[in-house]
């Protein structure tokens, strides 16, 4: 909350932070989060949340987990009752999202951290994807995708909006002819959006930094109800 009050301070009106099990531990001093079942409880009873939603913040970008564990990540792949956790406590989110901040044109951004580390190991940026965590990767976009459109699909009327992202944060690899998230995953997701967690394009920015851009919206499969680009700098700073 404190942060949030001296963004707002500032005159921005985004406020990107994690939302899900690591909250508190990992970010915040706020409660344990075990008491928690569900995001939509998170959302709707959790005190510094409901403070953050209240205030005059326009977008809203969130790293979004379920409470309850559902892996991906394993070689014993993304499972059913993986899916379910997933689509249902996102759904329930979205479906609070839309209808409690209904009139007031807020934006909310649903995604997740640096992809590309999430499919190799020990952060090892020569390591080609692993297959088994490219192909579970793929499926639990694709929930999440789901879970965002359903809900919006069934909460119709109302002025907020809410999208789901990917986040890349290991271009320079594609453009070198070599795989990764962006060459992998993201033609085989209908992600609206993309995050670019731009620090290995930051040396020589010039040059890098808008063929990263493009090259990772020429892999993002068209969304006809969405216009113009579709991709963002999620992170970016120098020592």
Not at 66 to 89: C, H, N, S, V
Not at 153 to 180: A, S, W
Request: charged share 25%; with cysteine; aromatic share 14%.
């Amino acid at each position: 909350v404190e942060t949030a009050e001296v963004i707002q301070g500032m005159g921005s009106n985004i406020l990107k932070f994690r939302f899900g099990p690591s909250f508190s531990k990992r970010n915040y001093a706020g409660p344990n989060p075990g008491q928690y079942d569900r995001l939509v409880d998170l959302a709707a009873h959790e005190p510094s949340f409901r403070a953050v939603f209240e205030m005059p913040f326009y977008y809203y970008f969130m790293w979004v987990a379920p409470m309850q564990p559902a892996k991906w990540g394993d070689a014993d792949g993304f499972t059913r009752k993986d899916a379910l956790i997933t689509y249902r406590e996102i759904y329930d989110l979205v479906t609070y999202l839309l209808k409690t901040y209904r009139g007031s044109g807020k934006h909310f951004y649903l995604g997740h951290w640096e992809g590309d580390w999430l499919l190799v190991r020990d952060y090892d940026a020569q390591m080609d994807p692993i297959p088994h965590r490219v192909e579970n990767m793929i499926k639990w976009l694709i929930v999440r995708q789901k879970a965002v459109d359903d809900a919006k699909r069934d909460n119709p009327d109302t002025d907020v909006q809410v999208f789901h992202y990917c986040e890349v944060n290991q271009v320079m690899k594609g453009l070198k002819g070599q795989k990764c998230l962006t060459t992998e995953v993201l033609p085989h997701v209908s992600v609206d959006y993309v995050s670019y967690s731009a620090y290995d394009a930051q040396q020589n920015a010039a040059t890098n930094l808008p063929a990263a851009l493009d090259f990772i919206e020429k892999h993002l499969p068209a969304k006809p109800e969405l216009s113009g680009k579709r991709v963002w700098i999620g992170e970016f700073g120098f020592k």
